[in-house]
Protein backbone atom coordinates (compact mmCIF):
# COMPACT_ATOMS: atom_id res chain seq x y z
CA UNK A 1 0.00 0.00 0.00
CA UNK A 2 2.90 2.78 0.62
CA UNK A 3 4.17 1.89 -3.26
CA UNK A 4 0.54 2.38 -4.02
CA UNK A 5 -0.03 5.61 -2.47
CA UNK A 6 3.64 7.29 -3.59
CA UNK A 7 2.67 5.92 -7.21
CA UNK A 8 -0.39 7.64 -6.63
CA UNK A 9 0.95 11.02 -5.25
CA UNK A 10 3.52 11.36 -7.91
CA UNK A 11 0.62 10.47 -10.38
CA UNK A 12 -1.29 13.58 -8.94
CA UNK A 13 1.34 15.48 -8.91
CA UNK A 14 2.46 15.29 -12.69
CA UNK A 15 -1.41 16.02 -13.55
CA UNK A 16 -1.74 18.78 -11.29
CA UNK A 17 1.12 21.18 -12.72
CA UNK A 18 -0.18 20.59 -16.04
CA UNK A 19 -4.24 21.39 -15.31
CA UNK A 20 -2.96 24.71 -13.32
CA UNK A 21 -1.29 25.70 -17.32
CA UNK A 22 -4.21 24.39 -18.82
CA UNK A 23 -6.79 26.40 -16.70
CA UNK A 24 -4.03 29.03 -16.75
CA UNK A 25 -4.56 29.44 -20.97
CA UNK A 26 -8.10 28.89 -20.61
CA UNK A 27 -8.25 32.04 -18.86
CA UNK A 28 -6.16 33.86 -21.56
CA UNK A 29 -8.16 32.45 -24.42
CA UNK A 30 -11.30 33.75 -22.47
CA UNK A 31 -10.04 37.25 -22.18
CA UNK A 32 -8.51 37.46 -25.71
CA UNK A 33 -11.59 36.21 -27.15
CA UNK A 34 -14.16 38.64 -25.07
CA UNK A 35 -11.62 41.59 -24.81
CA UNK A 36 -11.71 41.84 -28.64
CA UNK A 37 -15.42 41.74 -28.99
CA UNK A 38 -15.99 43.86 -25.84
CA UNK A 39 -18.15 41.09 -24.14
CA UNK A 40 -17.61 40.48 -20.67
CA UNK A 41 -21.18 39.75 -19.66
CA UNK A 42 -22.37 36.72 -21.55
CA UNK A 43 -21.92 33.77 -19.23
CA UNK A 44 -20.36 30.44 -19.68
CA UNK A 45 -22.29 27.80 -20.95
CA UNK A 46 -23.45 25.70 -17.66
CA UNK A 47 -21.19 22.23 -18.30
CA UNK A 48 -23.12 18.88 -16.38
CA UNK A 49 -21.66 15.67 -15.84
CA UNK A 50 -24.33 12.91 -15.33
CA UNK A 51 -23.71 10.51 -13.12
CA UNK A 52 -24.66 7.04 -13.91
CA UNK A 53 -27.62 4.82 -11.72
CA UNK A 54 -25.92 2.48 -9.32
CA UNK A 55 -27.81 -1.13 -8.74
CA UNK A 56 -28.42 -1.61 -5.43
CA UNK A 57 -25.44 -3.96 -5.01
CA UNK A 58 -22.54 -0.75 -6.14
CA UNK A 59 -24.53 1.47 -3.79
CA UNK A 60 -24.03 -0.91 -0.94
CA UNK A 61 -19.99 -1.40 -2.11
CA UNK A 62 -19.85 2.50 -2.19
CA UNK A 63 -21.27 2.62 1.26
CA UNK A 64 -19.04 0.14 2.79
CA UNK A 65 -15.63 2.55 0.93
CA UNK A 66 -17.37 5.32 2.28
CA UNK A 67 -17.00 4.41 5.95
CA UNK A 68 -13.43 2.41 5.80
CA UNK A 69 -12.12 5.59 3.76
CA UNK A 70 -13.13 7.78 6.09
CA UNK A 71 -12.40 8.76 9.63
CA UNK A 72 -15.19 6.30 10.84
CA UNK A 73 -12.80 3.28 9.26
CA UNK A 74 -9.86 4.58 11.53
CA UNK A 75 -11.77 4.59 14.38
CA UNK A 76 -13.05 1.12 13.85
CA UNK A 77 -9.79 -0.38 13.20
CA UNK A 78 -8.45 1.77 16.20
CA UNK A 79 -11.18 0.19 18.12
CA UNK A 80 -10.36 -3.29 16.76
CA UNK A 81 -6.98 -3.20 18.01
CA UNK A 82 -7.20 -1.65 21.37
CA UNK A 83 -9.78 -4.77 22.33
CA UNK A 84 -7.81 -6.89 21.06
CA UNK A 85 -4.35 -5.75 23.53
CA UNK A 86 -7.64 -5.60 25.69
CA UNK A 87 -8.33 -9.33 26.14
CA UNK A 88 -4.14 -10.21 25.30
CA UNK A 89 -3.71 -10.83 29.44
CA UNK A 90 -7.56 -13.15 29.61
CA UNK A 91 -5.84 -15.07 26.59
CA UNK A 92 -2.30 -15.40 28.33
CA UNK A 93 -0.84 -14.12 25.27
CA UNK A 94 -1.26 -17.19 23.47
CA UNK A 95 -0.75 -18.27 19.76
CA UNK A 96 -4.58 -17.77 19.56
CA UNK A 97 -4.11 -14.49 20.57
CA UNK A 98 -1.25 -13.54 18.68
CA UNK A 99 -3.51 -15.18 15.48
CA UNK A 100 -6.67 -12.78 16.14
CA UNK A 101 -5.27 -9.89 14.43
CA UNK A 102 -4.09 -11.53 11.46
CA UNK A 103 -7.14 -12.83 10.92
CA UNK A 104 -9.30 -10.32 11.23
CA UNK A 105 -6.73 -8.16 9.10
CA UNK A 106 -6.71 -11.01 6.75
CA UNK A 107 -10.47 -11.54 6.39
CA UNK A 108 -11.09 -6.83 6.09
CA UNK A 109 -7.73 -6.70 3.81
CA UNK A 110 -9.58 -9.37 1.77
CA UNK A 111 -12.89 -7.95 1.41
CA UNK A 112 -11.42 -4.18 0.58
CA UNK A 113 -8.71 -5.73 -1.86
CA UNK A 114 -11.92 -6.40 -3.92
CA UNK A 115 -13.74 -3.88 -3.10
CA UNK A 116 -10.71 -1.19 -4.00
CA UNK A 117 -10.45 -2.68 -7.40
CA UNK A 118 -14.15 -2.12 -7.66
CA UNK A 119 -14.57 1.29 -6.90
CA UNK A 120 -11.17 2.60 -8.92
CA UNK A 121 -12.58 0.85 -11.83
CA UNK A 122 -15.13 2.74 -12.09
CA UNK A 123 -13.50 6.09 -11.55
CA UNK A 124 -11.12 5.07 -14.18
CA UNK A 125 -14.20 4.56 -16.60
CA UNK A 126 -15.81 8.21 -15.26
CA UNK A 127 -12.66 9.97 -16.04
CA UNK A 128 -11.66 8.13 -19.37
CA UNK A 129 -15.37 9.17 -21.13
CA UNK A 130 -14.73 13.23 -19.47
CA UNK A 131 -11.18 13.19 -21.33
CA UNK A 132 -12.79 11.92 -24.20
CA UNK A 133 -15.54 13.84 -24.22
CA UNK A 134 -13.31 16.92 -24.34
CA UNK A 135 -10.90 15.71 -26.60
CA UNK A 136 -13.96 15.21 -29.21
CA UNK A 137 -15.24 18.70 -28.79
CA UNK A 138 -11.31 19.84 -28.96
CA UNK A 139 -10.98 18.09 -32.26
CA UNK A 140 -14.45 19.66 -33.51
CA UNK A 141 -13.78 23.10 -32.53
CA UNK A 142 -9.98 22.50 -34.35
CA UNK A 143 -12.13 21.22 -37.49
CA UNK A 144 -14.50 24.35 -37.55
CA UNK A 145 -11.68 26.55 -37.16
CA UNK A 146 -9.49 25.56 -39.96
CA UNK A 147 -6.34 24.65 -37.00
CA UNK A 148 -4.68 21.24 -38.02
CA UNK A 149 -4.28 19.10 -35.35
CA UNK A 150 -1.19 16.62 -34.64
CA UNK A 151 -3.21 12.66 -34.20
CA UNK A 152 -0.29 12.24 -31.40
CA UNK A 153 -2.33 14.60 -29.96
CA UNK A 154 -5.69 13.18 -29.90
CA UNK A 155 -5.40 12.03 -26.16
CA UNK A 156 -5.36 8.16 -27.19
CA UNK A 157 -2.54 6.05 -25.75
CA UNK A 158 -0.38 3.48 -28.35
CA UNK A 159 -2.48 0.03 -27.75
CA UNK A 160 -0.63 -3.02 -26.18
CA UNK A 161 -0.97 -6.43 -28.13
CA UNK A 162 1.59 -8.39 -25.97
CA UNK A 163 -0.52 -11.33 -24.24
CA UNK A 164 0.76 -10.53 -20.84
CA UNK A 165 -1.08 -7.29 -21.35
CA UNK A 166 -4.56 -8.80 -22.68
CA UNK A 167 -4.26 -11.40 -19.97
CA UNK A 168 -4.05 -8.84 -17.58
CA UNK A 169 -6.62 -6.81 -18.42
CA UNK A 170 -8.91 -10.10 -18.69
CA UNK A 171 -8.10 -10.65 -14.92
CA UNK A 172 -8.48 -6.77 -14.23
CA UNK A 173 -12.13 -6.74 -15.34
CA UNK A 174 -13.29 -9.77 -13.97
CA UNK A 175 -12.04 -8.72 -10.86
CA UNK A 176 -13.78 -5.62 -10.98
CA UNK A 177 -16.99 -6.06 -10.89
CA UNK A 178 -19.44 -6.28 -8.27
CA UNK A 179 -20.03 -9.76 -8.60
CA UNK A 180 -16.09 -10.12 -7.58
CA UNK A 181 -17.07 -8.10 -4.31
CA UNK A 182 -19.79 -10.59 -3.40
CA UNK A 183 -17.35 -13.70 -4.05
CA UNK A 184 -15.04 -12.20 -2.02
CA UNK A 185 -18.08 -11.69 1.06
CA UNK A 186 -19.27 -15.78 0.41
CA UNK A 187 -15.49 -17.07 0.92
CA UNK A 188 -15.25 -14.64 3.85
CA UNK A 189 -18.97 -16.30 5.21
CA UNK A 190 -17.51 -19.49 4.34
CA UNK A 191 -14.05 -18.97 6.36
CA UNK A 192 -15.77 -18.06 9.44
CA UNK A 193 -18.05 -20.76 9.22
CA UNK A 194 -14.62 -23.36 8.70
CA UNK A 195 -13.35 -21.13 12.00
CA UNK A 196 -16.04 -21.30 13.83
CA UNK A 197 -16.62 -25.46 13.17
CA UNK A 198 -12.97 -25.43 14.65
CA UNK A 199 -14.05 -23.06 17.43
CA UNK A 200 -10.84 -20.85 16.65
CA UNK A 201 -8.21 -22.75 17.05
CA UNK A 202 -4.42 -22.07 15.87
CA UNK A 203 -5.68 -24.66 12.61
CA UNK A 204 -9.00 -22.68 12.30
CA UNK A 205 -7.69 -19.55 11.77
CA UNK A 206 -4.86 -20.39 9.74
CA UNK A 207 -7.28 -21.64 7.15
CA UNK A 208 -9.29 -18.58 7.69
CA UNK A 209 -6.46 -15.45 7.28
CA UNK A 210 -3.75 -17.70 5.39
CA UNK A 211 -5.57 -18.03 2.26
CA UNK A 212 -6.67 -14.41 2.57
CA UNK A 213 -3.82 -12.68 2.63
CA UNK A 214 -2.37 -14.73 -0.24
CA UNK A 215 -5.29 -13.26 -2.22
CA UNK A 216 -4.94 -10.42 -0.84
CA UNK A 217 -1.10 -9.78 -1.71
CA UNK A 218 -2.30 -10.93 -5.02
CA UNK A 219 -4.72 -7.73 -5.65
CA UNK A 220 -2.26 -5.52 -4.46
CA UNK A 221 -0.09 -6.64 -7.35
CA UNK A 222 -3.16 -5.86 -9.60
CA UNK A 223 -4.10 -2.46 -8.03
CA UNK A 224 -0.58 -1.63 -8.70
CA UNK A 225 -0.44 -2.69 -12.41
CA UNK A 226 -3.76 -1.04 -13.09
CA UNK A 227 -3.23 2.12 -11.53
CA UNK A 228 0.34 2.36 -13.68
CA UNK A 229 -2.16 1.56 -16.98
CA UNK A 230 -4.45 4.26 -15.72
CA UNK A 231 -1.79 6.88 -15.28
CA UNK A 232 -0.29 6.14 -18.15
CA UNK A 233 -3.26 6.69 -20.41
CA UNK A 234 -3.97 9.64 -18.22
CA UNK A 235 -0.65 11.24 -18.69
CA UNK A 236 -1.27 10.70 -22.40
CA UNK A 237 -4.62 12.40 -22.32
CA UNK A 238 -3.33 15.17 -19.88
CA UNK A 239 -0.63 16.69 -21.77
CA UNK A 240 -2.41 16.08 -25.14
CA UNK A 241 -5.64 18.34 -23.58
CA UNK A 242 -1.88 20.74 -22.49
CA UNK A 243 -0.67 20.66 -26.06
CA UNK A 244 -4.01 21.12 -27.57
CA UNK A 245 -4.53 24.36 -25.56
CA UNK A 246 -1.31 25.51 -26.44
CA UNK A 247 -2.19 25.19 -30.32
CA UNK A 248 -5.50 26.95 -29.45
CA UNK A 249 -4.14 30.08 -27.32
CA UNK A 250 -1.39 30.43 -30.18
CA UNK A 251 -4.38 30.34 -32.78
CA UNK A 252 -6.18 33.06 -30.84
CA UNK A 253 -2.93 35.36 -29.95
CA UNK A 254 -2.31 35.46 -33.99
CA UNK A 255 -5.93 35.76 -34.64
CA UNK A 256 -6.50 38.75 -31.89
CA UNK A 257 -2.75 40.30 -32.11
CA UNK A 258 -4.19 43.82 -31.04
CA UNK A 259 -5.59 42.43 -26.97
CA UNK A 260 -3.18 42.98 -24.71
CA UNK A 261 -2.42 39.77 -22.69
CA UNK A 262 -3.40 39.31 -18.63
CA UNK A 263 -1.30 40.81 -16.72
CA UNK A 264 0.30 38.27 -14.05
Known amino acids: ???????????????????????????????RIR????????????????????????????????????????????AVFAT??????????????????GT???????????????????IVQHEEKNYSDVAKEDLELF?????????????????INIIGYRTSQYINRICSTP??????????????CIASGLRWSTTGQLIANTPTMIIEEFFLLVLLQAHNWADRQRRVEVTALYARRRILLSYVEKRFPEVMMLEK
Open 35 to 78: KHFNDFETPHPVVTIESKKRSTGRKMIDWYADIIGTGIGVLIGV
Open 84 to 101: WIGIGSPMKWDDNWWLII
Open 104 to 122: YTGLIGFLDGFVLREVYFR
Open 1 to 31: TTFLQNIRARHDYFTGRFLVDIFDMDEKIDY
Open 143 to 159: QELGIECPEEFSGKAPE
Open 179 to 192: WSVLVSVIIIIGLI
